[in-house]
């Protein structure tokens, strides 16, 4: 038999940190510069110099624990997250300046809603915070934390620079999105808890719908008046939404109705639409014509507006396949009984329906035939409750399910003696730990069509349309070869050369015939360049700005092509939309590189120079002594 190697690892050295009363949490060797980065549950983090453990630096940037570390190629970049807080920080210890600084919200995410270019994003959350994103970066630029309570929904106005909130705290808000601050609050007589919010086509008029009150509170937009207060319903109001093309409100509650309200004209109720279960939530087509609503039997039906006949029904109890919970006593065939969904979206032509409920699966519908076309899953996180249909026999034991079972150690005296209150799971050593389980919370399609979002469990997800270029031949015949292609640029045909290629769409080829061309012929081959291969050309221009070291002639590209054929990117805006989105981004991030190299060599320039003239007069003070 070969003998076998074995490696024997010996202590060498042990060295104390001088944190009182902190447990390290995370740590990371840089064997290139010898640093060790250490993490602990103090919020605190430590730099040594190895093997000596030297002392470099040492900073506290929370009060909360340091879940992991990371540290770039260069050692420069510290990068720090923090599951407590949902922070995520980066950190350069050598200028002692932050260099990314990042946080989503503290507990769950409940409600988004898309601006109406589809550039920014607002989320609402259980931390009662109200967040502003970029689509384009994925960055968080803007929080407003007026809301003391979790918020239920929000909206932006028509006009893209208002926001408008609603909260269980008993208030809606609005926000300015030019000066960042909250100019308006709407509030009732009497203290209730707003679980919808809907914003008329005008802007002019806010309807929020109250869980304990039973009422629908009308205010005006420009004073802050209570306009009219609708009652009615006999259970919460669990959906609001106005119709996009009639002032007409459509409310769903749980009292098994869904009611239609002429809020300007009669001020009261005009139709009532009623069920046999609760109403759980609705959506209206984008042209109002239709409206769709989800009750708690799993069904979606379809209502026309003028005529308030019902057109069509969904059965969606199976498409949801609901998962088993931990503690569930019963089979997941018999849990697809109770699925329901809510939350609905149409897309922007409002021939499908996007549906979510308690389930790992968004489902999209036909809304004319009434049949599934597709199931997105929205995470593979087995931690998740409902995320199995079977659960083994073999996790179970005399004290219940082992994934319940609790064996982490305590990480401070202080969590020790909390005291838990009534409702409250930290501190309270007596319960069991407990697992989120994955739900679907709201779902909205983009402005453009181009994608949609989800809030779950896992937090905010986007869904976009495959962007990439593949081999999709576009107006092939039989003289669109790549001979075709490489024999018309032997002959200097740059413009016959690109139409050949990007009707071939076969993208090695694109990018010969691409950069075949001269930088001075670019504004002749554009302007020969028809309508129809604009569109075309513009992933492959995004693309190559992203990765091609010809920055100056792609740069030169995207400005003869956006000057050159203005109108017709705007005619056809919803189409190109996302490619310009994705070319805004590319161009964006090579500003961003660009300008850090440069402001480091600029430095680095000056530094050598200070360094010379200080070298210059040292012999020059050696000469004159000697």
Same mark, same amino acid.
């Given at each position: ?15 104390? =940190? ?79 300046? =932050? ?100 914003? !008329? ?96 039997? +799993? ?49 922007? !032509? ?115 349309? !495959? ?60 302007? !020969? ?74 430095? +680095? ?22």
């Amino acid at each position: 038999s070969r003998p076998m190697n074995i490696i024997i690892w010996t202590k060498v050295a042990k060295y104390l =940190y001088s944190q009182e009363r902190a447990r390290v949490t995370s740590v990371i060797m840089h064997k290139q510069s010898n640093l060790l980065v250490t993490g602990f549950n103090n919020g605190t983090f430590t730099l040594h110099e190895m093997p000596d453990f030297n002392p470099i630096h040492s900073l506290s940037i929370s009060e909360y624990r340091i879940n992991s570390v990371a540290v770039n190629n260069t050692g420069e970049w510290l990068a720090f997250g923090s599951s407590s807080l949902g922070q995520l920080l980066v950190w350069e210890w050598q200028s002692e300046t =932050y260099i990314l600084k990042q946080q989503g919200h503290l507990y769950d995410m409940n409600v988004m809603c898309y601006s109406p270019d589809g550039q920014l994003i607002v989320t609402g959350g259980d931390d009662g915070k109200v967040k502003l994103w970029n689509t384009s970066s994925g960055f968080c630029f803007a929080t407003f934390s007026e809301h003391i309570a979790p918020v239920t929904a929000v909206v932006f106005a028509s006009s893209g620079k208002v926001v408008i909130s609603a909260s269980l705290d008993g208030t809606v808000r609005s926000f300015d999105l030019h000066r960042y601050r909250n100019f308006r609050t709407f509030v009732s007589p009497s203290p209730v808890q707003f679980t919808c919010l809907a914003l !008329d086509p005008s802007g002019e008029v806010v309807c929020a719908g109250s869980h304990d009150t039973f009422e629908i509170y009308v205010w005006s937009m420009q004073t802050g008046r209570l306009l009219e207060v609708l009652a009615g319903h006999e259970g919460p109001v669990s959906g609001l939404s106005f119709s996009p093309c009639r002032v007409v409100l459509a409310s769903s509650s749980w009292d098994k109705t869904v009611k239609i309200w002429d809020v300007f004209e009669n001020k009261g109720n005009t139709e009532t639409l009623h069920y046999n279960t609760m109403a759980l939530t609705l959506a209206f087509r984008p042209d109002g014509k239709q409206l769709s609503v989800a009750t708690l039997d +799993g069904q979606i039906t379809l209502w026309d507006i003028d005529s308030s006949i019902q057109t069509g029904s969904i059965e969606g109890k199976n498409d949801l396949e609901l998962g088993r919970r931990t503690e569930d006593k019963i089979t997941a065939k018999t849990l697809s009984g109770t699925a329901h969904f809510t939350t609905l979206c149409y897309t922007a !032509d409002g021939q499908r329906l996007l549906a979510g409920g308690r389930s790992k699966y968004v489902c999209l519908y036909d809304v004319d035939h009434q049949i599934l076309l597709n199931k997105f899953q929205t995470s593979s996180n087995k931690t998740f409750e409902g995320m199995n249909r079977l659960l083994s026999r073999q996790h179970l034991t005399e004290a219940g399910p082992l994934e319940l079972i609790s064996d982490e150690e305590v990480d401070s005296d202080e969590e020790r003696r909390l005291i838990s209150l009534p409702g409250v799971k930290k501190g309270d050593f007596s319960s069991r730990k407990t697992r989120p389980e994955i739900i679907t919370k709201c779902l909205q399609f983009s402005p453009t069509g181009r994608a949609w979002s989800a809030v779950t469990t896992e937090g905010l997800l986007i869904y976009t349309l !495959d962007n990439q270029i593949s081999f999709d031949p576009f107006d092939m015949s039989s003289e669109v070869t790549p001979d075709s292609i490489k024999e018309a640029i032997k002959k200097r045909e740059y413009s016959r050369a690109l139409v050949l290629s990007l009707r071939l769409n076969e993208y090695p080829l694109v990018l010969q015939a691409l950069e075949a061309i001269p930088i001075v012929e670019v504004e002749l081959v554009l302007r !020969d360049l028809s309508e129809t291969y604009v569109q075309r050309i513009l992933p492959v221009l995004s693309d190559r700005m992203n990765h091609s070291p010809h920055l100056e002639f792609y740069l030169h590209w995207c400005t003869t092509l956006l000057s050159l054929h203005t109108r017709t990117l705007k005619e056809k805006g919803l189409e190109t939309m996302s490619f310009l989105t994705d070319l805004q981004k590319s161009i964006v991030q090579r500003q961003t590189d660009l300008g850090k190299l440069c402001d480091t060599n600029t430095y +680095g320039l000056q530094y050598t120079l200070c360094m010379s003239k200080m070298e210059d007069g040292t012999k020059e003070n050696a000469v004159t002594s000697t």
